[in-house]
């Protein structure tokens, strides 16, 4: 006994653990006083790991024939004495400096034979010197990752968890990059290790880190994608699988948040800076209750998809950053190395269908070239093949406006004659023409005039789904390619001129993105004040009352050649329209000229200013109207007046970015610039969205509702979910369920009943409609209804002793 502590061999079981508790406590109070207890502790230590090293093992593997040889009273008593040490190594760093290092050779050199409790003791006493920085990550990391590769489960996440959290704390405020190269460095080794086992783990562990976000750098993702060209099958299996759940992690991520976000909305008043103030007042205080109800409930659609819209632009440019298929160092190399592998790919069609999913996303993400995978993917392109929606969907991601249409056209020919005929069924009509759809917004010079046609016939089916997808396809040319669709099909003031980009074709920009709007303000705000002056103008000539007279009907107001002018520009009929209209203004002539050649008529006329420069002004600019674009005769029926609008708009339009570019002398917009075009464009996507959801007057801020297409470069990037494919066709139910759910319905609905019987349960007094029936009329209405009645029956008087012998015919 040394004060008061058991030092023998023989003091085993809970005395002991309870005197080394008591030592432990006694020694971090008194560090000092308590050295020479210590020094006997671990001169114990010693011995007791010489017995336990020369006891016997029946094999190496660390089976439980090799565990039931030990002793387990021994290795119970080396525990405890490690957990001991571990505790008092920061406290006596000079006499067990040598303690930690003497404990990881421990692990190193026989963890595989050791029993499973006592490893797990020794693998908690080396967290326990890890955390008070006694060990390096580096010394460490190679134990723990030998450690892994045991059968013990519970051991295996013990080293799984304390790895990433440690690797996590050391990058929680910023990267260390002394610290993460060398662990980056034995982790890649292990990775391409021979041993399926070890490149497991580790590619588990860099998986890890990746998915929160630890390291995200071009090390690591390259790492992982290389472990698609492994020579197990297994560990290109687990690699695949993590690129691909990536991005199905990210969109599981967004439809949550647009959950949350739904509930949120419901629980809580939402933003409305972005929109009118007359939108948000007229559903709130305008019309009946039923209306404001429907007003109310489209205003929260379109908060809803404004708030759909920024999330999925920051969550996109987070995803981009993130992803390991964004950092591959040789994109091209990596996707023609995957396919090599592909072709010669001997495993089951789920493997396959994994690799073909990963180049397809590979050759969107990155815009290649890899031009024989789609003939690759022509040979599956067949109703009956199994899991068909996911190998469409591949061949979608495939798609970008880089890829040359011919490379191309044989897999549509196939997607169309498989899918979309007579013979068909619906769902498979429907994911075809899905199909298509998603091609032909990516590459749309694929589509000729004769397909294009017969698809767009399938929009009077009978089947719902069916009739939706081919009305898809005909939104997307509508807007890319209206030329291309028949007459009937291209919808009210389409555009002929549009076209879709040639192939190579690129597009440079010459100015900032959103800085016309700032223009726009300028001349929506000029035009807003003129449109006052005007008012103001028009309300004093007519007090003025100036007659002018017109001969033959060439000569009028102002105000009647602007709204011509107007008119003329703002136009959305085609060019037999335009026809007729004028046919139709000659005969007004006409019979103005036969009525007498002259009218009266009222107009604004400037202080000073005579009749013939008033008409000379307008008709120098109606002339100049119609000069552009190459039309120098009046009347002139070789181009509608739809195309004078565009080539008018388009000219604006070039006028306003020589301006933006001019602006201020030096082209230079400030901050506050800026800040104002975020603003501006905010607004601009809420009246879309106002106008997509019924919410704005018919005029020039309604629009049809089209389907949105984004820019080719960022269709690409986007993972195409294979349930968007599939056609939403809903069966019938069963009476039991249709009930059930209206029964559901009506549970927060008021109780049915009439009206008056409710305002009859009412308490609380009188309403104020009520009361203004019950209110006293002033004196002058009295007296005025007094008048009223006296009159009527002075009438009905002289008419009562009259024989009424009906009204004559002529009269």
Not at 231 to 251: E, S, T
Not at 519 to 546: F, H, P, Q, R, T
Not at 660 to 684: H, M, P, T, V, Y
Request: aromatic share 4%.
């Amino acid at each position: 006994m040394v004060g008061g502590i058991t030092v023998a061999s023989g003091g085993r079981g809970a005395e002991r653990i309870g005197d080394l508790l008591s030592l432990q406590g006694r020694a971090k109070r008194d560090p000092e006083g308590y050295e020479g207890e210590l020094l006997l502790q671990l001169r114990h230590f010693d011995a007791c790991l010489g017995i336990f090293l020369l006891q016997p093992t029946t094999s190496s593997s660390g089976n439980a024939a090799s565990a039931a040889a030990a002793d387990p009273g021994a290795s119970k008593e080396l525990a405890d004495m490690v957990m001991f040490l571990a505790h008092m190594t920061p406290l006596y760093p000079q006499h067990l400096g040598k303690f930690p290092q003497q404990l990881l050779q421990l692990l190193a050199s026989h963890g595989a034979t050791l029993q499973p409790a006592l490893c797990r003791q020794l693998t908690q006493a080396v967290i326990l010197l890890r955390n008070r920085k006694m060990i390096s990550l580096v010394d460490a990391l190679p134990v723990l990752m030998a450690l892994q590769c045991r059968g013990d489960r519970v051991l295996r996440r013990l080293c799984f968890l304390h790895i990433v959290q440690d690797i996590r704390r050391m990058n929680l405020k910023n990267r260390n990059e002394p610290s993460n190269k060398p662990l980056q460095t034995i982790l890649y080794n292990l990775l391409q290790d021979e041993n399926d086992v070890k490149a497991k783990r580790a590619l588990v562990v860099l998986a890890e880190l990746n998915r929160r976000k630890v390291w995200v750098d071009e090390r690591t993702a390259n790492a992982i994608c290389n472990a698609c060209f492994h020579k197990v099958p297994r560990i290109m299996i687990a690699a695949l699988r993590f690129l691909l759940g990536y991005d199905q992690a990210a969109d599981d991520e967004i439809e949550e948040a647009s959950s949350s976000d739904d509930e949120a909305d419901m629980s809580k008043p939402t933003s409305t800076s972005a929109l009118s103030r007359e939108a948000v007042y007229k559903a709130y205080h305008k019309g009946t209750t039923s209306s404001r109800r429907k007003k109310q409930a489209k205003l929260q659609r379109v908060m809803r998809s404004l708030q759909k819209q920024q999330r999925s632009k920051s969550q996109a440019l987070d995803r981009q950053s993130h992803a390991p298929l964004y950092h591959v160092h040789d994109p091209q190399t990596f996707a023609e190395k995957l396919f090599a592998r592909l072709q010669g790919c001997t495993e089951r069609f789920e493997v396959k269908l994994m690799m073909m999913m990963a180049i397809s996303r590979a050759v969107g993400i990155h815009r290649l070239t890899l031009l024989n995978f789609y003939p690759y993917l022509q040979r599956y392109i067949q109703p009956h093949q199994r899991d068909v929606t996911q190998l469409l969907a591949a061949a979608v991601q495939a798609c970008h406006d880089l890829v040359p249409p011919d490379a191309v056209e044989s897999m549509i020919r196939q997607l169309v004659n498989q899918f979309v005929h007579d013979r068909a069924r619906p769902e498979v009509m429907a994911v075809g023409l899905n199909t298509v759809r998603e091609i032909c917004m990516r590459i749309p010079l694929i589509m000729t005039k004769e397909l294009l046609t017969d698809l767009a016939l399938y929009k009077k089916s009978r089947e719902k789904a069916v009739s939706a997808a081919a009305r898809s396809i005909i939104a997307v040319y509508r807007q890319v390619w209206p030329a291309l669709l028949e007459k009937k099909d291209r919808g009210r003031g389409a555009d002929l001129t549009a076209h879709p980009k040639a192939y190579g074709e690129a597009v440079v920009s010459t100015g900032i993105p959103g800085a016309e709007l700032l223009l726009e303000e300028d001349v929506d705000s000029e035009e807003e004040g003129s449109d006052k002056e005007d008012e103001e103008g028009e309300e004093d000539n007519d007090e003025e009352g100036v007659d002018i007279l017109s001969e033959d009907g060439e000569v009028g107001s102002d105000a009647d050649l602007i709204d011509s002018d107007e008119d003329l520009e703002g136009s959305q009929d085609n060019s037999d329209n335009s026809d007729g209209d004028e046919e139709s203004d000659d005969e007004e002539i006409e019979e103005m000229q036969d009525n007498g050649g002259l009218q009266k008529r009222k107009f604004e006329r400037e202080d000073g200013e005579d009749l013939e420069g008033d008409m000379t002004e307008v008709s120098r600019k109606k002339q100049k109207i119609e000069t552009v674009g190459g039309v120098t005769e009046a009347g002139s029926t070789e181009q509608s007046l739809r195309i004078l609008k565009k080539i008018v708009a388009a000219k604006a339009e070039y006028k306003l970015e020589s301006e933006i570019l001019s602006r201020d002398g030096d082209g230079i917009l400030s901050n506050e610039d800026f800040e104002r075009i975020r603003e501006l464009q905010a607004k601009k996507a809420a009246r879309s969205a106002m106008a997509e959801h019924g919410m704005t007057k018919a005029g020039k801020n309604r629009r049809e509702v089209t389907i949105k297409l984004g820019r080719n470069e960022n269709l690409g990037e986007k993972r195409v979910n294979p349930a968007h494919l599939e056609a939403r066709i809903h069966k019938r139910r069963e009476k039991e369920e249709r009930v059930a759910s209206a029964r559901a319905g009506r549970e927060d609905r008021p109780q049915f009943g009439a009206r008056t019987a409710t305002k009859q349960k009412k308490t609380g007094g009188t309403s104020n409609r009520q009361k203004e029936k019950s209110k006293g009329m002033p004196l002058a209405a009295k007296r005025a209804i007094v008048a009223r009645t006296k009159q009527q029956r002075r009438i009905k008087g002289k008419s009562a002793n009259k024989q009424f012998r009906g009204k004559k015919a002529w009269k």
